[in-house]
């Protein structure tokens, strides 16, 4: 079945520095890619997602990189800031499933 | 506003004490489910459902039961509660198939 890795497990950037999470998956049938944050004691939530018919997609800081071939998609988040501090999770879909696959998570840490 | 809402937010009870977590949405959504979150194990998925009386196991369906009634209802039951089941819950729900657009705020359980 579907795997998904993710990492770094953990990641620490200076304030205002660029930071990329990478996840690679196992199942070239997967087609939707989403990306999760998790802020400490609150509920994921939804950032930004990609299916596998778009190379990139863009919202603000936020942008998401898809490479089919080798098969692993990227989080990226340009000029940090201290609330982006967070657990980032992504996950893999195969087409018509009900069920996600999730990555391990990446635990951001923004420097002051 | 659109939300999940989930009760109780904590809940401390004891060994084979019956339980119920509820979780309703207020945007239409087919698609509802239950997490499980544990340090180092991350979001496992109990169970989902894809409209009215149509549910499915995810990968950790043992000891719970859920029903779906109702479009916007969709709670989790434990019948005999263990300590394994000490965990922190979240209920999900979508639009679309494949994703979770919206994560309810959590449910804290601890089971003595």
């Known amino acids: 079945g579907e795997n998904v890795e993710q990492h770094p497990s953990t990641l620490s950037v200076q304030e205002g520095d660029s930071a990329v999470i990478k996840c690679t998956y196992s199942?070239?049938?997967?087609?939707?890619f989403p990306w999760y944050k998790q802020e400490l004691g609150k509920r994921p939530q939804l950032i930004i997602d990609i299916r596998s018919n778009v190379g990139e997609k863009k919202d603000q800081r936020i942008a998401v990189t898809l490479n089919k071939t080798a098969k692993h998609f990227s989080l990226h988040i340009t000029e940090t800031q201290p609330e982006d501090s967070a657990v980032y999770f992504c996950a893999a879909n195969l087409a018509g499933n009900y069920q996600l696959i999730w990555g391990a998570g990446t635990k951001l840490i923004i420097k002051p | 506003e659109a939300q999940v809402t989930q009760n109780p937010r904590y809940l401390i009870t004891v060994t084979g004490k019956k339980l119920t977590v509820t979780c309703s949405q207020n945007?239409?959504?087919?698609?509802m489910s239950w997490y499980r979150q544990d340090p180092g194990l991350g979001l496992r998925q109990i169970y989902y459902?894809?409209?009215?009386?149509?549910?499915d196991k995810g990968d950790v369906p043992e000891g719970y039961k859920v029903s779906r009634k109702e479009k916007r209802n969709f709670p989790l039951i434990l019948e005999s509660p263990s300590p394994n089941q000490t965990s922190l819950y979240f209920c999900a729900s979508s639009f679309l198939r494949g994703t979770w657009q919206y994560f309810g705020p959590g449910t804290r359980l601890t089971v003595t």
């Open positions: 459902s894809m409209n009215v009386e149509v549910t």
């Open positions: 945007m239409n959504h087919e698609y």
């Open positions: 199942d070239s049938a997967s087609n939707y």
